[in-house]
C-alpha cells in the first residue's frame, strides 16, 4: 500500500498519537457494527434498545441483547487491526486508544492506555444500590439478573442514549486529543457525541488527522488524509511503514 509523501514524514516526526476507535474495528473479529442493517438484532435498532427507558420497559429484553452480544465478544479475538495499534507503541513515545467500544478487544491486544468512553460489557452494576458486579457470574441467565443484596435490576455498566459519560475518562481522552501529533479515526462513522468531538478536538488543536473506514463519514471533510478500506489491512500497512521508516 503507498502512502503519500507528507504521511509519511508526519509518522516519522510524530511523538505522539491517538486512536479514535469505533465498532468498524472489532467488524473484521465478527463483531457486529451499530449501523447499516448488520445492526438490527430481532428487527430493532441500537438506539431503541440502548436507553434506559427501553431497559426498564423490558429489561429481559435488553438483558437477552447483551447475553447474544457478551457470546459473540467472548468468542472473538483482536484481530489485526488491534494488534497493529498494540505494535505502535515500539515506534511512538506515546501511543493512546480512545475507544467507544465496550468489548476489551484493545486490551486483549496489549494496548497499554486505554479510555473506554462507553464503558465494558463485562462490567455490570444495581441500578438501585449502585453495587458492581463481574458479569461473568451472570453468564448463563437468559433475563435480567437480580442484585444479591438488594434485589434491584443489574444493568450493563455501558453508556446509554441520554446519559452522561465517564467524565473522568473523557477528560483523559480529551486531554490526549489535545495533545497528539496524528490522531487516527478507525471504524467509526462519528455521529454520537460527546464521542465524536475527541476527533474534531485534535484537529483543531493541529494534530493531523487520518480516517480509516470502508467509506466515506461525516468527519471525512475534516481529515487530512481518507484511506478508504478495511481497518485491519491499513493498520498493517501504517505498522509496515513504521518499519522501514526506521
Ligand atoms: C469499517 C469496517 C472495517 C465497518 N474497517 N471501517 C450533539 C449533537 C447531536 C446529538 C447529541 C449531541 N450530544 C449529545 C447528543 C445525543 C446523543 C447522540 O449523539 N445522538 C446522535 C446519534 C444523534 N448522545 C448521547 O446521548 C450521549 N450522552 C450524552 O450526550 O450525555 C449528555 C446528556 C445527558 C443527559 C441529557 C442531555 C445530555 C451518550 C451516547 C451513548 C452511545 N451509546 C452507544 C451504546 C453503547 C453500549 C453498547 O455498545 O451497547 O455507543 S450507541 C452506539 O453508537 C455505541 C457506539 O459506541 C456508538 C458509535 O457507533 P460506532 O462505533 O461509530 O459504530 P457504527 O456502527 O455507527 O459505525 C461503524 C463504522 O465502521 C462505519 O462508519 C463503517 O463504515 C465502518 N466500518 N467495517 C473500517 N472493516
Not at 6 to 30: D, H, N, P, R, V
Not at 46 to 70: C, G, I, K, S
Not at 80 to 86: N, S, T, V
Not at 158 to 186: H, N, R, T, Y
Amino acid at each position: 500500500m503507498e502512502f503519500p509523501q507528507e504521511f509519511i514524514e508526519k509518522l516519522k516526526k510524530s511523538e505522539s498519537i491517538l486512536f479514535f476507535t469505533g465498532a468498524g474495528i472489532s467488524a473484521e473479529s465478527g463483531i457486529p457494527t451499530f449501523r447499516g442493517k448488520e445492526g438490527l438484532w430481532k428487527n430493532y435498532r441500537p438506539e431503541e434498545l440502548a436507553n434506559f427507558d427501553a431497559f426498564l420497559e423490558n429489561p429481559d429484553r435488553v438483558w437477552e441483547w447483551y447475553q447474544y452480544r457478551r457470546k459473540i465478544i467472548r468468542d472473538a479475538t483482536p484481530n489485526p487491526g488491534h494488534l497493529a495499534i498494540a505494535a505502535m507503541e515500539n515506534y511512538f513515545k506515546k501511543v493512546v486508544v480512545v475507544t467507544q467500544n465496550i468489548d476489551n478487544l484493545h486490551n486483549r491486544a496489549g494496548s497499554k492506555e486505554v479510555y473506554e468512553l462507553h464503558g465494558n460489557i463485562e462490567r455490570s452494576y444495581c441500578i438501585n444500590c449502585k453495587t458492581f458486579y463481574d458479569t461473568t457470574q451472570f453468564k448463563s441467565e437468559s433475563k435480567v439478573p437480580h442484585c444479591p443484596k438488594c434485589g434491584g435490576l443489574i444493568r450493563p455498566d455501558v453508556v446509554w442514549f441520554g446519559e452522561m459519560l465517564p467524565s473522568d475518562v473523557l477528560a483523559s481522552a480529551q486531554k490526549a486529543a489535545e495533545q497528539c501529533d496524528i490522531c487516527f479515526v478507525v471504524g467509526a462513522s462519528a455521529v454520537v457525541y460527546p464521542a465524536a468531538y475527541i476527533p474534531i478536538t485534535a484537529k483543531k488543536s493541529g494534530a493531523y488527522l487520518v480516517e480509516i473506514n470502508i467509506q466515506p463519514t461525516e468527519l471525512t471533510p475534516l481529515a487530512n488524509l481518507s484511506l478508504i478500506g478495511k481497518a485491519g489491512e491499513i493498520l498493517q500497512a501504517i505498522l509496515k511503514q513504521m518499519i522501514e521508516n526506521r
